[in-house]
């Protein structure tokens, strides 16, 4: 109504003058003794078809009739979070410890290097699941039984607290000798489907075992059929670990991958 008023304003003001200059006009004519009726005529006649123009100015247009249409755009995110998790049970002996522990370093100083913005979360497991420092994550000796889906329980529960979406861009490894309890491993994946994955950029599983893969590998193919953000690969030897990481972190932008 605004616009429609200060159009209407801006329209009519010039014939509102030429009007008032014809009235004055026409009054001077009728007042004088001049013989002048056809001029006055003429100037009446010009008149109405200026009040005519002007009764014709609309006081709404169809271009008035507009609203506020609020449509929402993505918004780009530099914003990013790396979950570490690592499963400290009995199964993982020293020796798969220290290839996941050089696994988790090479990735964090990847990160350091490459991201001004970016914070790293670091869960370590065995029955149970504990969010941690740097220093504890590579240090502690800490050790038990297996339940890995406590630590992707404990993931879900961190980025629902911490880490929106809408805000952060996710990305997860761990790493694990595979054992666990069946029907964990079945759990675990069903986790991950549900409650990481649709939030996740990129998921990455490293197996640590010389021999067979374990029940949880043969569980997360499964994810792996279904979701291409999610990538799983096994370090048998500490020769593996650099060219695993290659692989996992390879340059694919258009996957939305950490890009090494």
Sequence with gaps: MRGALA??????????SSIDE????????IESDDDNALEVRDRRQRIHQMKERLA???????????????????????QAVMFCIMDVSGSMDE??????KRFFILLYMFLQRNYEKIEVVFIRHH?????????????SRESGGTVVS???????????????????????AQASDGDNWDSDSANCGRILEENLLPYCQYFAYIEITEGEPQNL?????KVKAQCPQFAMQKI????????????????????GRVSA
């Design 7 to 16: 159009r209407r304003v801006a329209m009519a003001a010039p014939t509102l």
């Design 22 to 29: 014809a009235e004055e006009e026409l009054d001077t004519l």
């Design 56 to 78: 014709s100015i609309p006081w709404i247009d169809p271009f008035d009739l507009r609203y506020n249409n609020r449509v929402k755009q993505p918004k780009p995110t530099s």
């Design 95 to 100: 020796q798969k410890k220290d290839m996941a």
């Design 127 to 139: 029955t149970s699941a504990v969010e941690v420092n740097e220093q504890d994550f590579f240090h």
């Design 150 to 172: 406590s630590a992707l329980n404990l993931m879900s529960d961190v980025i629902r607290k911490r880490y929106a979406s809408s805000e952060w861009n996710i990305y997860a």
């Design 217 to 221: 590998w043969y569980e997360y193919l």
């Design 236 to 255: 048998r030897s500490a020769s593996d670990i650099y060219p695993v990481f290659r692989e996992l972190f390879k340059r694919q932008p258009a996957n």
